[in-house]
């Protein structure tokens, strides 16, 4: 297979120039396919790609590969998520060497959760090597057709558009830029941020990332979630690591449904106030220099993704997967 005929969707649209939008789409806590199915749905034409998580919050889940494919076939590109918490590289190199098999495209490479956050505590963990490390290893072995112990691959390999993520607000927060700049020279192509609501401070590490001229050399994305109401923003700003929650946020949503004595029409009330912030956010960072697209995770709310997108003047998008096409 040519290079050209291996370039994902998503990294297509970033090579043009488009600003990208990414969803998110979380596998089951079963194997039932139909749910990958109806959620890749609401997904296809709204986004350029969906990540497929792995073991989100070290929760077992359906395969971020086996989601994937089922996604693809729906005609939703898939971004596969690989965790270094529960495989060792041998395990990883094989499952992707399969991904890539299927014809998946997208990488996202993370550490993952320890496991101690999830449903299996007392699980061991592997951490065999962490996200750079995973980067650098698949990168090697797109470019130099080589796995991780130096020995040649059989036929052509690999070439994931490789990706990773960052918060910029976890402490230290004075090294973030330094690790994105490690994850960029390991061969992340694309950056993926943590949930921003903190516009100001954002946009201060994104000059700082123009002062290193790391973007020059990545597809920095911003993460975006909508909130569901002032309980949801409250629990990301006490549990979520990374998160910076400005109090007007809070303020803004608890507003939103003040007055309203009905349960169902509150929570309606602040999920449209969510949306509409959610377009607010993606129209500021928009004006952001180096912010190339955006990741909307509206998590276990894919139905809030096609108003977020569309309220956002960013459809339509380009040609979706053709989900008939061959890997």
């Known amino acids: 297979m040519s290079e050209q005929g291996a370039q994902s969707n998503l990294q297509k649209v ?114 065999d090597i962490d996200s750079i490390q995973l980067v650098k290893l698949m990168a090697e072995m797109r470019d130099k057709g080589i796995f991780a112990n130096g020995e040649e691959l059989e036929g052509d390999p690999p070439r994931f558009f490789l990706g990773a993520v960052e918060s910029p607000f976890a402490d230290p927060i004075s090294y973030r830029p330094f690790r994105v700049a490690k994850k960029v020279r390991a061969g992340a192509r694309f950056l993926q941020t943590q949930c921003i609501y903190n516009m100001p401070r954002f946009k201060e590490f994104m000059v700082k990332l123009g002062d290193m001229n790391i973007l020059d050399d990545v597809y920095v994305m911003a993460g975006l979630s909508p909130l569901k109401g002032p309980g949801m923003a409250k629990y990301m700003a006490a549990n979520v690591p990374g998160i910076d929650m400005p109090d007007v946020v809070i303020e ?31 129209q500021e960072v928009r004006e952001i220099p180096g912010v190339a697209g955006v990741h909307v995770m509206a998590i276990e709310w894919e139905e809030a993704v096609r108003p977020i997108v569309d309220g956002a003047g960013l459809l339509p998008r380009p040609q979706p997967l053709n989900a008939a096409a061959s890997g």
């Not at 929570?267 to 949306?275: L, N, R």
């Open 14 to 127: 970033f090579e043009s120039g488009g600003f990208a939008v990414t969803g998110e789409l979380g596998p089951p806590k079963g194997a039932d396919a139909e749910t990958i199915r109806a959620k890749a749905r609401l997904l296809k034409g709204m986004v350029d790609a969906a990540n497929i998580t792995d073991n989100q919050t070290a929760v077992v889940r359906m395969s971020s590969i086996a989601a994937g494919l089922l996604a693809r076939q729906e005609g939703v590109e898939p971004v596969v998520q690989m965790t270094c918490r529960d495989r060792n590289r041998l395990a990883m190199e094989a499952d992707l060497l399969g991904a890539w098999g299927l014809g998946l495209r997208n990488l996202l490479c993370l550490t993952g959760d320890h496991q101690t956050f999830g449903n299996h505590p007392t699980a061991k963990n592997v951490f």
């Open 252 to 282: 803004r949503m608890t507003a939103a449904g003040a007055g309203i004595d009905d349960k169902a029409e509150r929570s309606k009330a602040w999920k449209a106030e969510g949306i509409k912030l959610c377009i607010e956010q993606i």
